[in-house]
């Protein structure tokens, strides 16, 4: 089933949570709304499932128009951020709830509840109440319950957002590896870059209602739309400095950085992600003010003119504090900026 | 765990018992504060107008007594208490012996019932009460008897209404005097009586005759009884019958049948109605949903004769007259001799005849004394008061209460007997019966 | 250690003399005036000590009336007053308009005086211009004399008692309803569940134990009525004492009566069954 979000736009009196926002999401793919607090990707996914109604706008599941249709009758599974599991009923109860209210045979229910059970593996928990479950079990317990009724679409709301580091990932990967299992459409909310981009077949990054891009990961990461976009994903944070371009030379602060590009002359924002500086014979000399080493990468600090860069390297390099070393940028990987954030290329 | 389930279990039975608890926490009122005993002004006995004694007072002068003050524990309100204050007040001002009386508000008769029962548990009765005779069989013996000081000390005995006389010598020695007295007597709207030609029954074919043009011309009740013990005691008396004595009921005979018969006959034909959801006839009557009713003396205040005239008549009689008296007498508990005495000033003076005429006068209570009725002052007043007229008519056979142990709640049987049966609609034999076995239940256990 | 809980004892201790003085002993002491028989509290005099009172209990028409009328006032208001409140809170509980002001209403009667309500509702079940009638009257049903027959004095009680019970009622389910996460009620409609089954399966289970105390909390105070029935008839007990319950018996015995031993012997047994029954009600509660 794929899905078509069209004109949609969510309105509190003046302002915006979603403001005319346009998506096709295919059939399978599994997609990932990224954004910080209050850009409207949950407002968004509460839409889509129905529990919240659009000022404007439709969504389209396949070819039938649901934008005034009930949660209920939908077709959808939703995770919430919370799980939301029924607390007084069994693990069993809750994924064959859905199905219960279907009105499908008790016995029938339960064979397709432990299936699902098993799907995601959480065999031998059926009789136990959700208060008796790790935050991990719960969760997938919620999924269970989601997907038990054969949906359409899977929605997930932060699914990853109250679990610690380590299940974090390991969940991902459950969902990842659920979704492609099933093969169901599933949009799921974040803001968390590197979750989306580890799991998302595309994402959307969303900023105040509007999406800024929407683009599989990979290019996303390399070719951002706007500085929103480039700052957003990458840790650690994209570089971003404000340079000179004179006769196609792109200066920083006096320093050189790049020669021949087709750009105008004028001043420009700039963006240098740190893995894309390279030591180099020739370059521009700098001192290191600050070394800081994270198990595999040495990150560190310095400065051109009052500007300050951060660089990543491997961490054979042995560079201490206040060394100097040369740096340059590699190849084609200054983004450039026009005066209202939108990307010029990358030099 | 046990632990906790044996704390719930107290925890639990608190909460039961909190409603007897509270109560019994009354517990032991001590007597209020007496305000120091400031002596009054001593005036001379021959200026002293006519609130200490007139005549007869070789006894008086020297009696001896000293200043002191007196508790006295009342349960009148609003103008009642008034008029109580302003007479204590003048006697206060007035006496030549320096006694004050104090005098303390115990809220209604309930309240004051039961405190006096809880302070004679604790022996801290007060001077003086307000009582009726049925509240005090409990603790006759704290009552002090006033017998020798009537006999040396009154003007004339004889001078109290006789009624009131027998109901304080129930205890068989005098207890008490009487204070605020009342009667019953019929109510009626003499707008509707005049328009169908009635005028106020005066006996009991009268009142049939009467409750007969009442239903068929205006279909509703002609009377109704805001007691109906009360009722029950002067009709068996009216009919020349027996009530009740301590061994049991004296009505199971003929002519107790005769009585509850006429009493069956008048509700089932819907003659009279019981008071009901309505609680008091006076709103009954005030409605012009009742042509008359019987009711104390001192509702008379609570009718509201809106475009009607209320005429009031005395009880109806058969072959006997009877009128239910209420109201308390004073009683003393003193045990204190000079004291004794000094309350005893203060009753005299209440009870002399002008004391007595401006308290009726002034409460709409009835006087005590014969000669009060008779006075230019009251019947002056009578002639524009119809209640006191009605009053007057029949007091000559004022009945009281009966006092002994077990009679507040042979009456109580007695009203919730009949209420029943008149509501079973049920026929004079059977509601003979009930009355019997109800009182013989009580008094003979 | 030892003087930390020497302290604590001290803070306690004017506490506990109230509660021992004003509790305990009368407590104790009704208990054992149940036994005396004859007594006569003031002179302190009683014939002898024994069953006497519990027989002449047992033998008394009014006290045997008195304790069915409480039973079945206890049966009918108890859960009706917890069925209708849980409505209202439910009701109340979901978005509709002027909820502040409807909460209010409901909350009125807690905060008003029982007497004032006992006028008002006798206003309301007169029977010939009260309010109940003449809505009965648009549906072309008689006069019925609410008051003054006995049989209908049960129900009225009922009536009036369930309406003032409700109050304190939807009032903490009200609470309890706020501690429902409504992602619940999200997740519930996504799962296509019928109302009435949001109701059972999530909503009741929810405020289970609002529910039980509701039901605890209200079976005892339902066995100590008496200021309705007070308030309801002027200080009677119903026409023909139809009304009389346990409480009122006790109240008639001890201070109008002066039946001390009696009263007392009565108001061990009120305190027994709901001794019982609140103990049966705590173990059906673990259960679960």
């Known amino acids: 089933m794929d899905i078509r979000i069209e004109n949609l736009t969510k ?113 031998g928990l059926m009789k136990r109440k959700p208060k008796a479950l790790s935050g991990g079990q719960q969760q997938r317990v919620a999924i269970a319950r989601a997907l038990v009724k054969k949906p359409e679409v899977l929605l997930l709301d932060e699914p990853l957002s109250n679990l610690d580091a380590k299940l974090r990932i390991e969940t991902r990967e459950e969902i990842r590896r659920i979704q492609q299992e099933v093969k169901i459409t599933t949009i799921f909310v974040t803001h968390d870059q590197e979750e989306a981009m580890s799991i998302s077949d595309r994402i959307a990054v969303m900023k105040s209602g509007i999406v800024q891009q929407y683009e599989v990961p990979q290019t996303m990461y390399l070719n951002p739309d706007n500085l929103f976009v ?118 | ?37 400031t002596p009054s002004e001593t005036t001379s006995v021959a200026e002293s107008t006519s609130a200490t004694e007139t005549t007869g007072n070789a006894v008086v002068a020297d009696n001896g007594i000293e200043p002191c003050t007196i508790e006295f524990w009342h349960a009148m309100s609003n103008k009642q208490e008034e008029e109580l204050t302003a007479l204590t007040d003048k006697f206060n001002a007035e006496n030549e012996y320096g006694i004050t009386v104090n005098l303390t508000n115990q809220g209604a008769y309930k309240d004051l019932s039961s405190k006096l029962t809880a302070n004679a548990a604790a022996d801290t009765l007060p001077d003086l009460a307000q009582a009726y005779n049925n509240w005090l069989s409990a603790y006759s013996d704290k009552l002090v008897h006033l017998d020798d000081f009537v006999a040396n000390d009154f003007d004339n005995w004889d001078d109290i209404v006789a009624g009131y006389r027998d109901e304080n010598s129930q205890f068989g020695f005098i207890s008490g005097v009487p204070f605020n007295k009342s009667t019953y007597v019929l109510f009626y709207n003499k707008t509707m009586f005049d328009e169908l030609g009635l005028s106020a029954p005066l006996t009991w074919d009268e009142l049939l005759e009467v409750a007969k043009v009442i239903k068929d011309e205006k279909g509703i009740e002609a009377i109704g009884w805001d007691d109906l013990a009360g009722m029950f005691q002067a009709m068996l008396v009216q009919n020349g019958c027996g009530y009740i004595d301590e061994t049991g009921a004296l009505f199971d005979n003929e002519k107790g049948l005769e009585t509850v018969e006429y009493i069956m006959n008048l509700y089932n034909n819907g003659y009279a109605r019981l008071v009901g959801e309505d609680k008091y006839f006076s709103n009954v009557i005030s409605n012009q ?80 004394r014969t000669s009060a009725y008779e006075s230019e002052t009251y019947q002056t007043f009578m002639a524009t008061d119809p209640t006191s007229v009605a009053a007057y008519s029949q007091s000559a056979y004022f009945i009281s209460q009966p006092a002994f142990e077990g009679s507040y709640d042979v009456m109580t049987a007695i009203s919730n007997t009949l209420e029943e049966q008149i509501l079973n609609e049920a026929d004079a034999q059977t509601t003979l019966d009930a009355l019997v076995k109800a009182v013989n239940d009580i008094l003979q256990k | 250690m030892e003087k930390k809980s020497m302290k604590g004892y001290i803070y306690l201790m004017p506490a506990l003399i109230v509660i021992l003085l004003f509790t305990a002993y009368p407590l104790i002491r009704a208990f054992l005036m149940s036994f005396y028989e004859d007594y006569n509290m003031i002179s302190g005099e009683y014939s002898r000590i024994g069953l006497g009172n519990y027989k002449d209990l047992f033998g008394d028409k009014d006290f045997t009336k008195a304790l069915r009328n409480t039973s079945i006032y206890v049966v009918f208001v108890v859960p009706c007053s917890i069925a209708l409140s849980l409505l209202i809170a439910v009701l109340l509980n979901s978005n509709i308009k002027c909820q502040g002001l409807f909460q209010t209403i409901f909350f ?109 909390m209200g079976f005892i105070s339902a066995f100590k009525v008496y200021n309705e029935v007070f308030s309801l008839w002027g200080g009677k007990a119903g026409p023909a004492n139809s009304a009389i319950t346990v409480v009122y018996y006790i109240y008639d015995k001890f201070y109008n009566s002066h039946n001390y031993g009696l009263a007392s012997a009565a108001a061990v047994i009120l305190f027994l069954i709901i001794l019982v029954l609140t103990i049966v009600q705590r173990m059906m509660g673990r259960k679960k």
């Not at chain 1, 371009?245 to 240098?272: F, H, M, P, Q, W």
Request: net charge neutral.
């Open chain 2, 1 to 37: 765990m046990k632990l906790k389930k044996g704390l719930a279990v107290a925890l639990t039975a608190t909460m039961a018992f909190s409603t007897l608890t509270g109560c019994s926490n009354n517990g032991s009122n001590n007597e209020t504060t007496t305000n120091g005993t």
């Open chain 3, 108 to 216: 009125l009667p807690y905060v008003t005086s029982v007497i004032a309500i006992g006028l008002v509702w006798s206003w309301i079940f007169n029977s010939n211009y009260g309010l109940l009638n003449i809505i009965l009257s648009w549906f072309g049903i008689d006069k019925v004399q609410w008051l003054n027959k006995p049989k209908y004095a049960l129900p009225s009680l009922i009536i009036f008692s369930v309406w003032k019970s409700m109050a304190f009622d939807i009032l903490i389910f009200l609470a309890g309803l706020q501690t429902i996460p409504k992602d619940l009620y999200n997740a519930s409609r996504v799962d296509s569940t019928p109302r009435w089954r949001v109701f059972w399966k999530i909503t009741v289970p929810g405020i289970a134990p609002m529910i039980s105390y509701a039901f605890i």
């Open chain 1, 230 to 347: 480039a700052q957003f994903l990458g840790m650690p944070q994209v570089n971003t400095f404000s340079v000179e371009v004179k006769s196609g030379n792109i200066y920083c602060n006096g320093a050189l950085l790049r020669s021949g590009c087709e750009l105008k002359d004028g001043t420009y924002t700039a963006g240098i992600r740190p893995e894309s500086f390279e030591i180099a014979q020739d370059g521009i000399t700098v001192k290191a003010t600050h070394v800081r080493m994270t198990g595999r990468d040495l990150l560190i600090h310095f400065s051109i003119g009052d500007t300050e860069f951060r660089i990543l390297v491997h961490s054979d390099l042995s560079i201490k504090e206040g060394d100097e070393f040369t740096i340059r940028a590699r190849k084609n990987q200054i983004m450039i900026f026009d005066a209202d954030e939108k990307s010029l290329g990358k030099f």
């Open chain 1, 11 to 123: 309105a509190y009196g003046d302002f915006k949570a979603v403001d005319n926002m346009n998506l096709h999401i295919a059939d399978g793919e599994l997609v990932g709304l990224l954004g910080p607090s209050g850009c409207g990707k949950s407002t968004t996914l509460f839409m889509l499932a129905g529990l919240s109604d659009p000022t404007s706008g439709s969504i389209y599941f396949g070819d039938k128009n649901v934008t005034k249709v009930a949660p209920e009758d939908r077709e959808i599974g939703l995770v919430f951020q919370n799980y939301a599991l029924y607390p007084h009923m069994t693990v069993e109860e809750n994924i064959m709830f859905p199905l219960i209210n279907r009105k499908v045979k008790k016995a029938e229910a339960r064979e397709r509840a432990n299936e699902m059970a098993k799907l995601v593996q959480l065999d």
């Open chain 2, 289 to 368: 949903l009742i042509a008359s009713y019987v009711g104390s003396s001192t509702g008379a205040s609570y009718i509201t004769a809106d475009g009607w005239e209320l005429g009031v008549a005395p009880l109806v009689s058969n072959t006997e007259m009877a009128a239910n008296a209420a109201g308390t007498n004073i009683v003393m508990f003193s045990q204190d001799t000079n004291k004794q005495k000094a309350a005893w000033e203060y009753l005299k003076f209440l009870t002399s005849a002008e004391s007595t005429t401006e308290w009726a006068m002034a409460t709409g209570y009835l006087p005590v």
